[in-house]
């Protein structure tokens, strides 16, 4: 692997001598995504800026391509390193094309003109990022998410080797989302640039990152790969997450399950619940699922949701025992929803329940 291209040694950042996070050590190769995650509040922002040389350290060390940032001249910086963040810019009479052009300032000296390269830097820049279009918009005239992608082109413009980027995901809708991380991914692919960037979104961070830098009670709590990080119940913790449940497997979270006896009991398996669930639970109705295998997709779906859980282990054929079990509580409640019309040799248990209700046999 390549050498660092940007590293944190011991590093404590804040305001004056407010520290808002410390303990902060990582480093982030050409090519990688380095996505900071945590709560809010916790100074995810105020890293990337001491990252960025817009706030200085309080303690420690931040270097790029081994250069103290805090030795670094501006233009310097401006020329390894772009920035976009999430704040609003209101300018006067500029054009998308005009601010994308500004990341080409550190290279055209005191002037301000644009070579015939530069713009063709800015003109790939704005074709890459989908907004050529915009080229002749005024900025004012465009909307939030347009706005976060004419922001990124102008960071793109720079030509830097490193993309620190603020919640870039913020007021896309969940394509451009896509499109946006897709792209980040390209750029570290084929240019070699690293990116350290901030989500809220932990599914994408999940999918879309190298490794993952978690920060809690103002300090940072974890570094390691997705894998590592979203395993076991550490977000869960990493969050404080008492409203509901996180499943790290698919980086989703669920709303709080409905308490109670069960008035519903629900065949489901295969993922064919899970919508069932979730409208049960949306209308306030305590219901019982059953019998899902513990590999089920919809398992932790269903024991997140259901007041009552029938389950068996996986890969085993439903037991007569818990057959037995779902027959009771199946009894007792008012309704039988089955999600789905396929029964195999694992879960003809859960067709003997269904063809029991329906008459054939005796609950």
Do not use: W
């Amino acid at each position: 692997m390549e050498k660092a291209v940007i590293a944190a040694g011991g590093l404590s950042v804040g305001y004056g001598k407010r520290v808002v996070v410390n303990g902060l050590d990582f480093e982030v190769c050409p090519g990688e995504i380095l996505t900071i995650i945590g709560p809010n509040g916790a100074g995810k922002t105020t890293v990337l800026k001491s990252i960025s040389a817009q706030l200085p350290a309080i303690s420690g060390s931040i270097s790029i391509k081994n250069n103290d940032v805090g030795r670094m001249s501006l233009n310097d910086i401006s020329k390894t390193l772009a920035v976009c963040f999430t704040g609003r810019i209101s300018p006067e009479r500029m054009t998308c094309e005009d601010i994308v052009s500004a990341g080409r300032y550190p290279y055209t000296g005191r002037l301000g003109l644009l070579s015939p390269d530069d713009r063709r830097i800015v003109s790939e820049a704005m074709e890459l990022t989908g907004i050529s279009p915009l080229r002749d918009t005024d900025i004012n005239c465009i909307s939030d998410g347009q706005r976060q992608t004419v922001m990124l082109a102008r960071a793109i413009a720079q030509q830097p080797e490193v993309l620190i980027l603020d919640e870039p995901s913020s007021f896309l809708d969940i394509n451009n989302k896509l499109r946006l991380l897709s792209l980040l991914r390209g750029l570290a692919e084929t240019r070699n640039i690293a990116v350290v960037q901030t989500l809220h979104e932990l599914d994408l961070a999940q999918r879309f990152s190298d490794k993952i830098l978690c920060i809690k009670d103002n300090k940072a709590d974890r570094v390691g790969t997705p894998e590592e990080i979203f395993s076991g119940d550490y977000i869960s913790q990493l969050y404080g997450i008492t409203y509901g449940t996180f499943h790290s497997l698919f980086g989703t979270a669920e709303a709080q399950k409905v308490n109670g006896e069960p008035q519903v009991f629900v065949i489901g398996g295969g993922g064919s619940g899970i919508p069932v669930y979730r409208r049960l639970q949306r209308q306030g109705i305590p219901f019982a699922a059953g019998v899902i295998h513990e590999n089920d997709i919809e398992y932790p779906i269903a024991r997140s949701l259901a007041a009552e859980l029938i389950s068996e282990k996986a890969f085993e054929p439903i037991s007569d025992e818990k057959i037995a079990y779902a027959r009771g509580i199946m009894r007792k409640c008012r309704e039988v929803i089955c999600c789905t019309e396929k029964f195999g040799t694992m879960n003809m248990g859960n067709r003997v329940l269904l063809e029991e209700y329906r008459g054939k046999g005796s609950v």
